[in-house]
Each structure stands twice: as structure tokens, then as C-alpha cells.
Nanobody, 129 residues
Framework: QVQVVESGGGLVQAGGSLRLSCTAS????????MAWFRQAPGKEREGVSC????????HYIDSVKGRFTISRDNAKNTVYLQMNSLKPEDTAMYYC??????????????????????WGQGTQVTVSS
């Protein structure tokens, strides 16, 4: 079966850093774009970052540009999200998902039957002030 597992979340002070990891198994990793989403209490899930299958093209939500970096290691079936200069507003459950690509409105494509076929259970990131 396909498994998508996130790790690396935790509690960090504002201005600190965390690196999230997402490892996928049971699929051909090179065939998928990978994305990070997040959801805070009372808010809708939003796309944070997406990277295409080759790692050449990456996308970020405006609020994290310059602070977060997405990367992937296809040999390890793993995608990373390096988060620097963290803010309390970054506090959320972070989810990893696999999709066709990062084109168009990928960040809002969370409905059943959408491009993202597999989702992880999430890892909690809490940033204290």
C-alpha cells in the first residue's frame, strides 16, 4: 500500500528553524510532484509549497517566500521543507501530499478526485512568541 509519512515537527521559538521530512513508499516517487499543506485551527487547509518531479520547479505561498525552502531527494523517496525565521502565524498541522504536478491552482486542490492522490497524517508545528 501507499504510505506518506511526515516527521520533524515540534515546538520552536519565533525566529527559529525546523526541517520537515516526508517519506513516501509504495509508489514510484519520481512520477509525482510533492507538496506541503498546512491547516491551523479554524482555518482552511492551504498550500504552502510544491515541487515538481524533477526538483527543478518549486512554488511557495507568498507568506513563506524567502523563509521556507522545499527540496527532494528522489533516491530516498523524501521531500523536505526547511523552515527558517519561523513566526507564530506558521503554527499549524503540516501535511505532505503527492500529485500530478504543481501547475495552476495546486494550493487549493484539496477535494476528493483532485490531483493529490495520497496524503500523510500530518506533523504539528508550533511556534511560540
Amino acid at each position: 500500500q501507499v504510505q506518506v509519512v511526515e516527521s520533524g515537527g515540534g515546538l520552536v521559538q519565533a525566529g527559529g528553524s525546523l526541517r520537515l521530512s516526508c517519506t513516501a513508499s509504495g509508489l514510484t516517487f519520481i512520477n509525482y510532484a510533492m507538496a506541503w499543506f498546512r491547516q491551523a485551527p479554524g482555518k482552511e487547509r492551504e498550500g504552502v509549497s510544491c515541487i515538481n518531479w524533477s526538483g527543478v520547479s518549486s512554488h511557495y505561498i507568498d507568506s513563506v517566500k524567502g523563509r521556507f525552502t522545499i527540496s527532494r531527494d528522489n533516491a530516498k523517496n523524501t521531500v523536505y521543507l526547511q523552515m527558517n525565521s519561523l513566526k507564530p502565524e506558521d503554527t499549524a498541522m503540516y501535511y505532505c501530499a503527492a500529485a500530478w504536478d504543481c501547475s495552476g491552482s495546486w494550493a487549493s486542490d484539496t477535494s476528493p478526485g483532485g490531483r493529490f492522490k495520497y496524503w500523510g497524517q500530518g506533523t504539528q508545528v508550533t511556534v511560540s512568541s
